[in-house]
């Protein structure tokens, strides 16, 4: 075989490894549907480096010269330094101010901000870190901190120091208008209104509105300004028209708008476009859900699959984060909860996995999906 070729044929079997990926390695699936829980280091997503070509040499180049120039080269350093370490847990200081609030910014850091690098901290770098590809060491590095500058502002005087004003409302008590249901609506998909969809905004929507606001360092008025709104729209999805009515429900459901693979068989129907879940069994729909896919550079795949292995409880191998109730579909792409999904809503996005929010759904939902089952993914 000549040399070039047995060059290529490795580095071609790992692209092709590293497109399969998603959320994990491909699990060991001999004479098992379950994962293999020892396999060894991942390696999908590297690249054998080339081995490094000789300089060519001259008639007119001594032996002795080449060897000199050969251990020259071999000896210089590197161009690439390693990140310097700027911040690390224990550390106190106006910049760790600094580093909260913008943690802040991106909802990856919930608490006061203080002069502190404490365990909250060193939590929040690390799921910024693991969800940009970058070490997830804990600690703020030269990398880490320009990458969180880059998609952050500069705090303000307010932002470092915990000061929260409330904003003229756009939404109050007494309110009666479709705003107000898209409100409430919103407000359901994350479990804050229990009630039904009026449009008219009452004691319980202000108190819904209140509880919300609180949760995320709001100034907990009971009425929606701007702020809010930002809020509960980054964390949330447009309503449905049959949200918007008040006539949707956990269960059942129409099949409009379905794609028509869906109709027939056992069914984990897919829509991209409207982020939504249906379980369908012989046309009939019995579950749906809020979900949430990957982002442009992790895509989620689009097509007709089937579920080719289930795992209750499961961790990812190449993010480490968990997966409960995984229902592996296409390589390492799964459906399955997510805990940062009910925390941060659609501010997120996932490896390519489909992600559900709803805990007890789900639970459900794995306890009635078989192995073999179909996957359609599609946009409507």
Known sequence: MPARRRLLLPIAATAISAALVGCGVIPDQSGSAEPQLTA?????????????????????????????????????????????????????????????????????YSGDVTEHYGDQTATAVRGFQAKRDLPATGTVDTTTWAKLVAMTLQPTDDQLHNVVHAGPAIMKQDDQTQRVRELQARLKQLNWFSEEVTGFYGSVTAEAVRGFQDKHGLPATGAVDQATWTQLVSMTRRPTAGELS?????????????????????????????????????????????????????????????????????????????????????????????????????????????????????????????????????RS
Request: hydrophobic share 35%; proline share 6%; aromatic share 8%.
């Open 40 to 108: 060894g280091p991942s390696v999908a997503g590297t690249r054998s480096p080339a081995p490094p070509a000789a300089p060519s040499p001259t008639a007119s180049q001594p032996k002795s010269s080449r060897s000199a120039s050969s251990k020259a080269e071999s000896s210089a350093p590197s161009s690439t330094k390693p990140a310097k370490l700027i911040f690390k847990r224990g550390d106190d200081g106006a910049k760790v101010r600094e580093l909260q609030a913008r943690l802040k910014q991106l909802a990856w």
């Open 246 to 378: 008040g006539k949707s429900s956990a269960t059942g459901g129409s099949t409009a708008g379905l794609d028509s693979r869906c109709l027939t068989g056992r069914t984990l129907c897919i829509d991209k476009s409207t982020d939504q879940l249906v379980w369908v069994i012989d046309g009939k729909p019995r579950l749906h859900f809020d979900v949430r896919f990957g982002a442009d550079t992790t895509p989620t795949r689009e097509g007709a699959f089937s579920v080719g292995w289930k795992a209750r409880d499961w961790t990812s191998t190449l993010y480490h984060s968990e997966m409960p109730f995984s229902m592996f579909f296409s390589g390492g792409q799964a459906v399955h909860y997510s805990s940062d999904f009910a925390a941060r809503g659609y501010a997120g996005a996932s490896h390519g996995c489909v992600n559900v929010r709803d805990y007890a759904g789900i639970q459900e939902l794995f306890g009635q999906v078989r192995v073999g089952d179909k996957v359609i993914v599609y």
